[in-house]
């Protein structure tokens, strides 16, 4: 909307401009319909040979150099001056003409005739022809001033329409980095899944070693009250089987070191069953934070979506208007016979 504004702001100074150079441009052809006057005033008067000429010629001098003056303020640098020549007239040539004339008025001969002629070549008014053309050529400053505003109007157009593409395109880099990030994220989400599928796996593997480290316990047990059974048998028959008796109290010694391996061994397959519990816990929580993030990303491409839409739909209102413009815009006249 700023871009917008500024382009109006711009559009509005140089049709400023450009009216201020028409004023002056007018101002300036009043003032060279003055000097021709004068000089048609003039152009009988030869010589100050009578007091009348005389009196005429002392009271023409301070006006050709008033007028003069007057014409050394259009010689100035700018888009006036610029206007004044690309129409054929030199205003800094007609200024030194016009006060050169003003000084040699009092006498007659070459000099006057060369500042008049400079004068008149200055500002193009030799002969009725010349004028004809001049009169033609009056339209030129409005045709200047209507191509102006319509090269402001473009301008303006042109920035407006290139600020939308631009948009336009921000929103598609945005929406394909967005697209990406929701990749990656059902990307991360199917490791996690994965990952708590391997996990279930091992709990469920743990479970099953740890039904059989329990069975073998409970064959340990049995065993043991097996051999207590036998012991209390051999110990009836101390004497007749103290051989059979040391056997025993081996295998005695191996299923109690046997039962202590399984405790142990049970104890660390309840430590290992923990900590994949912890671990199982640590991946649900990943996964609902995946879960939330892909939410998170969906909403901010249906944000992107949205604006990418209204950026077309604006493209689409400005072509229209220009379209319009173009066709609403009226030719510019013929030149006239």
């Known amino acids: 909307m700023i871009l917008v504004w500024t382009g109006l702001a711009i559009a509005a100074l140089a049709l400023i401009v450009v009216l201020a150079s028409a004023g002056r441009l007018r101002r300036f052809l009043k003032l060279r319909e003055e000097?021709?006057?004068?000089?048609?005033?003039?152009?009988?008067?030869?010589?100050?040979?009578?007091?009348?000429?005389?009196?005429?010629?002392?009271?023409?001098?301070p006006i050709f150099h008033e007028l003069g003056t007057r014409m050394s303020g259009f010689a100035r640098v700018g888009i006036s001056k610029l206007s004044l020549r690309g129409m054929g007239f030199d205003p800094?040539?007609?200024?030194?003409?016009?006060?050169?004339?003003?000084?040699?008025?009092?006498?007659?001969?070459?000099?006057?005739?060369?500042?008049?002629?400079?004068?008149?070549?200055?500002?193009?008014?030799?002969?009725g022809r010349a004028d004809a053309r001049m009169n033609r050529s009056r339209l030129d400053p409005l045709l200047f001033v209507l191509a102006l505003a319509a090269l402001a109007v473009a301008a303006w157009t042109y920035t407006a329409n290139?600020?939308?593409?631009?948009?336009?395109?921000?929103?598609?880099?945005?929406?394909?980095?967005?697209?990406?990030?929701?990749?990656?994220?059902?990307?991360?989400?199917?490791?996690?899944?994965?990952?708590?599928?391997?996990?279930?796996?091992?709990?469920?593997?743990?479970?099953?070693?740890?039904?059989?480290?329990?069975?073998g316990q409970a064959a340990s047990a049995r065993s043991?009250?097996?051999?207590?059974?036998?012991?209390?048998?051999?110990?009836?028959?101390?004497?007749?089987?103290?051989?059979?008796?040391?056997?025993?109290?081996?295998?005695?010694?191996?299923s109690e070191s046997a039962r202590k391996a399984a405790e142990d061994r049970l104890k660390a397959l309840g430590d290992e069953l923990a900590a994949l519990t912890t671990a199982k816990d640590d991946a649900e929580r990943s996964l609902k934070a995946a879960n939330d993030e892909l939410a998170r990303l969906k909403s901010a491409k249906e944000a992107s979506d949205t604006a990418a839409a209204k950026a077309v739909e604006n493209l689409e209102r400005e072509r229209k208007a220009r379209e319009a413009a173009e066709q609403a815009s009226p030719s510019p006249p013929g030149p006239t016979p």
């Open 92 to 127: 800094s040539l007609a200024s030194g003409g016009l006060i050169g004339f003003s000084n040699a008025l009092p006498t007659y001969g070459i000099e006057r005739l060369r500042w008049r002629a400079q004068v008149e070549r200055a500002l193009k008014i030799e002969n």
């Open 162 to 215: 290139r600020n939308l593409r631009h948009a336009l395109q921000s929103a598609h880099a945005v929406q394909a980095s967005i697209e990406e990030d929701t990749r990656r994220t059902r990307d991360r989400a199917a490791q996690a899944e994965k990952a708590t599928l391997a996990a279930e796996q091992s709990i469920a593997e743990v479970r099953a070693e740890l039904a059989t480290a329990r069975n």
């Open 35 to 61: 000097v021709r006057t004068r000089l048609q005033d003039l152009a009988t008067v030869v010589a100050p040979a009578q007091a009348e000429t005389k009196a005429v010629l002392d009271e023409a001098k």
């Open 224 to 254: 043991l009250a097996a051999i207590d059974a036998q012991l209390a048998l051999t110990q009836k028959a101390k004497v007749a089987a103290e051989q059979s008796a040391e056997k025993m109290k081996e295998q005695l010694a191996a």
